[in-house]
T-cell receptor, first 115, second 111 residues
């Protein structure tokens, strides 16, 4: 079972470059999320989507854009990368929260460095 | 704004000992999740707690939820080295779509 798959796993960018992180899930989940994880900060929600064609801002959305054109895919874009965006990015997916034994499922992460 | 605080943030304990990690949150919620993360790895779901008084156990780990006190505990019994990891609690504001994570508790179990 693939679960949640993130592409790429590692990337180094120069300041000002753009890139797109890809997330795919095969569990038929309605909800998908992008988080960033920084040392000592836990996970912070960047953007999320509750269904195909819908997106919403999370706690730290500035500098990022997202799209959910298909139910199984959720894309995270950096239009003009900044060193402050150096982080580990996790994608997650889930059914609507609050259902028994239905947590968010996480991908393996993308380690992104901005020079 | 929902705040989630874990303590301790770092914990070193000997094999065979018991200990408890605490997770406090600031607003009403009856949905709390515990995750484990090994270094450089993804997050693995441990427990889903969805009501006041909920208690779940898996191996040497037991989690409980007291929604009135806005507190969840993760109790470790007779720790073994394989439990060394970072443990996160996360709270849903009953919105159904977003979790707020604590900063994590880094646990090291030593011989």
């Amino acid at each position: 079972n693939a679960g949640v798959t993130q592409t790429p796993k590692f990337r180094v960018l120069k300041t000002g470059q753009s890139m797109t992180l890809l997330c795919a899930q095969d569990m038929n989940h309605e909800y998908m999320y992008w988080y960033r994880q920084d040392p000592g900060m836990g996970l912070r929600l960047i953007h999320y989507s509750v269904g195909e064609g819908t997106t919403a801002k999370g706690e730290v959305p500035d500098g990022y854009n997202v799209s959910r054109l298909k139910k199984q895919n959720f894309l995270l874009g950096l239009e003009s990368a900044a060193p402050s965006q150096t982080s580990v990015y996790f994608c997650a997916s889930s059914f609507p929260l609050g259902q028994p034994n239905q947590p968010q499922h996480f991908g393996d992460g993308t380690r992104l460095s901005i020079l | 704004e929902l705040k989630v605080e874990q303590n301790p943030l770092f914990l070193s304990m000997q094999e065979g000992k018991n200990y408890t990690i605490y997770c406090n949150y600031s607003t009403t919620s009856d949905r709390l999740y515990w995750y484990r993360q090994d270094p450089g790895k993804s997050l693995e779901s441990l427990f889903v707690l969805l009501s006041n008084g909920a208690v779940k156990q898996e191996g040497r780990l037991m989690a409980s939820l007291d929604t009135k006190a806005r507190l969840s505990t993760l109790h470790i019994t007779a720790a073994v080295h394989d439990l060394s990891a970072t443990y996160f609690c996360a709270v849903d504001k009953n919105s159904g779509y977003a979790l707020n994570f604590g900063k994590g508790t880094s646990l090291l179990v030593t011989p």
